[in-house]
């Protein structure tokens, strides 16, 4: 029988760029900066640039740099920040850590992001900013978020963690709102060798404040202005992510490449595929299929050594640890109709057209 094809191949991808990413380590070890130093620093420039911002802060998570968004935003109890619950936990994890709210708004049926035409009716005088995700590596509708957020006066951060160089008529997304925030988890489509996450902006003084509370709250050694954290990015991680991000556009395109031959192949199933909305470029972190029977379907690739994954089963709003906020089944029907539905395909640059041609019949062989 032919070899498994996993959900994702990590070796596959650590395997084409070894050589780059042994030298880089090499010269980390070199020079002994471990924690921020020139790697980071580097990083950080050539990110703002690719994004198209004035400033990237590195940091050791994406969840750090989504915590540090909120600081910023001078969050507190009582506060409430408008989000989806149909996305990995840490986007609401940063309003939780300020002692904010998360205010839940149902997804579209279409994209699986934040349904912009809800968000009004979420908007309450304790609202103090809106946090969409850009999900799978699809944008959000930010022309139609934007014109809410400005209409209430409302900050955007961009929950960008899924969606390196995905495109929203034609510009990268990450520099639409006041801050974007990005995870380099080793899945992630721009992934660094171990932890890692960035804060970008357009705003010098969020820059600033953002690299103070990276650093225990202090900006000259041992005077602390504000309680800070250990958030920094390792100079390891800097060194990696700066080799990788020369491979980003190219790794974008081929994940594209195979979402199209996924769409090709699989067009006349029963499966409702991902569709992109008018004017987005998704970046395909995630190939969500839908279906009624995804777990039978799940099973039966996995019978047929196709790895496959579940993004995400349950929304934020049922989840245990967010009981307190007292939500019941069918507060967000879209969400959780999606979380009943979806399957992630494998997807990733290094997919050859012949495992492409394996998943495709192994779903197909589902519906006969
Ligand atoms: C991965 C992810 C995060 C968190 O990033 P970490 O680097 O794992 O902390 C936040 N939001 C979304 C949507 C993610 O997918």
Known sequence: MAENIPYFDLPAQIRGIRGEIDAALARTVDHCSFCLGPDVAQFETDFARYIGAAHCV?????TSALHVAMRLLGLG????????????????????YCGAKPVYVDIDDATFNLNPKLMEHAITPRTK?????????????????????????????????????????GQVVGAFGEMSCFSFYPGKNLGACGE?????????????????????????????????YNYRMEGFQGAVLGVKLKHLA??????????????????????????E????????????????????????????????????????????CYAALGHKPGDFPVAEKAAREVLSLPIYPELTEAQILRVAAAVKNFFK
Not at 81 to 96: G, Q
């Open 58 to 62: 590195g940091f050791n998570s994406g």
């Open 77 to 96: 109890p009582g506060d409430e920040v408008i989000t989806t619950p149909f996305t990995f936990v840490a986007t609401s994890w940063a309003v939780s």
């Open 129 to 169: 900013a809106v946090l969409p995700v850009h999900l799978y590596g699809h944008p959000f509708d930010a022309k139609a978020v934007l014109e809410v957020c400005r209409k209430h006066r409302l900050p955007l951060v961009e929950d960008a963690a899924q969606a390196h160089g995905a495109r929203y008529h």
């Open 196 to 228: 890692g996450g960035a804060l970008v902006t357009h705003n010098a003084a969020f820059d600033r404040r953002a690299r103070a509370l990276r650093e225990h709250g202090s900006t000259v050694r041992y005077h602390h202005d504000e309680v800070g």
């Open 250 to 275: 190219k790794w974008t395109a081929e994940r594209r490449r195979v979402a199209h031959r996924y769409h090709e192949l699989l067009a006349d199933t029963p499966l409702q595929l991902p569709r």
């Open 277 to 320: 909305a008018p004017g987005a470029e998704s970046a395909y972190h995630i190939y969500a299929v839908r279906h009624p029977r995804r777990d039978d379907l799940k099973k039966h690739l996995e019978a047929h050594g196709v790895g496959s994954a579940l993004h995400y089963p349950l929304p934020l709003h049922l989840q245990k």
